[in-house]
């Protein structure tokens, strides 16, 4: 075992317990970033920067279980990228669908796949909901896995839901329009009956949302990691939740 090691590791066990237990995010979204571009700088193909990724999902998790966090969003495909030539989302999609497979078999977690599953190829949704409907009863940490993904989709999907529960009681427009409150909307939201995020972190050094998770981080922090998601270590996501207990949350005052 080498210095740099036992250094490491001294640090990351000083982090760990420098973290406040009542500052410790209820639910942490991430935005799985930088696959691509990690294979490009390891000289691999771009399925092998994806199987990388897939990889680091489980060590992750039980990061977050470690320090209790109740519930992990993580962005793996979003409806832009279903766009993308066959040739790299079909391998994307296996990986995916594999990955999906291997977190339901671990029986540790209640796995919630969540998006436009009607846009993925058949096959795909099937084995999603199948993990979806094996993990329902397991208590514990829920992981919600965003494929198919996108946050204005899934306002537009609550608004129609919503609408057409709305009319099934009979409920006239004029009538919905003098009750219409945004817990209308929240109650239809795929997360519905979750906690919003506390915490939103995005890898590669990007500093956007790109859409995720529109209209529950709208009190969320956030924090951007430089690190290629496949690269990112448990002292970076503890860097993360000590900037998270650092913060005075203001909820939008």
């Given at each position: 075992?080498?210095?740099?090691?036992?250094?490491?590791?001294?640090?990351?066990?000083?982090?760990?317990a420098?973290?406040?237990?009542?500052?410790i995010p209820r639910h942490?979204?991430?935005?799985?970033d930088g696959?691509?571009?990690?294979?490009?700088v390891a000289g691999?193909?771009?399925?092998?920067?994806?199987?990388a990724g897939a990889d680091?999902?489980?060590?992750?998790?039980?990061w977050?279980?470690?320090?209790?966090?109740?519930?992990?969003?993580?962005?793996?495909?979003?409806?832009?990228?279903?766009?993308?030539?066959?040739?790299?989302?079909a391998?994307?999609?296996?990986?995916?669908e594999e990955?999906?497979?291997?977190?339901?078999?671990?029986?540790?977690?209640?796995?919630?796949?969540?998006?436009?599953?009607?846009?993925l190829?058949?096959?795909?949704?099937?084995?999603?909901?199948?993990?979806?409907?094996?993990t329902?009863?397991?208590?514990?940490l829920?992981?919600?896995?965003?494929v198919?993904?996108?946050?204005?989709?899934?306002?537009a999907?609550?608004?129609?839901?919503?609408?057409?529960e709305q009319?099934?009681?009979?409920?006239?427009?004029e009538?919905?329009?003098?009750?219409?409150?945004v817990e209308?909307?929240?109650?239809?939201?795929?997360?519905?009956?979750?906690?919003d995020?506390?915490?939103?972190i995005?890898t590669?050094?990007?500093?956007?949302?790109?859409?995720f998770?529109?209209?529950q981080?709208?009190h969320?922090?956030?924090?951007?990691?430089?690190?290629y998601?496949?690269?990112?270590?448990?002292v970076?996501?503890?860097?993360?939740?000590?900037?998270?207990?650092?913060?005075h949350r203001?909820?939008?005052?």
């Amino acid at each position: 075992m080498g210095l740099s090691h036992v250094l490491y590791g001294a640090y990351e066990r000083r982090l760990a317990a420098s973290l406040p237990p009542d500052r410790i995010p209820r639910h942490v979204g991430v935005i799985l970033d930088g696959n691509r571009r990690w294979a490009r700088v390891a000289g691999t193909s771009t399925a092998a920067g994806h199987r990388a990724g897939a990889d680091k999902i489980v060590e992750f998790l039980g990061w977050c279980e470690e320090v209790d966090v109740e519930v992990v969003t993580l962005w793996l495909l979003s409806t832009d990228n279903l766009g993308r030539p066959q040739a790299e989302l079909a391998p994307l999609l296996e990986i995916i669908e594999e990955t999906v497979c291997q977190l339901g078999q671990t029986g540790r977690w209640r796995v919630n796949p969540m998006g436009a599953l009607d846009l993925l190829p058949d096959d795909t949704a099937a084995a999603l909901k199948a993990v979806a409907e094996s993990t329902s009863g397991i208590s514990g940490l829920m992981v919600n896995i965003a494929v198919g993904y996108g946050g204005r989709r899934e306002i537009a999907d609550a608004v129609r839901a919503m609408l057409q529960e709305q009319a099934g009681r009979g409920t006239s427009i004029e009538e919905l329009a003098e009750i219409l409150d945004v817990e209308h909307i929240a109650e239809h939201l795929y997360t519905r009956g979750q906690p919003d995020p506390d915490l939103v972190i995005r890898t590669s050094g990007e500093q956007r949302l790109s859409g995720f998770l529109l209209w529950q981080s709208a009190h969320s922090e956030f924090y951007f990691c430089e690190a290629y998601w496949p690269d990112f270590r448990k002292v970076d996501f503890l860097r993360a939740l000590r900037a998270f207990g650092a913060r005075h949350r203001r909820y939008g005052n």
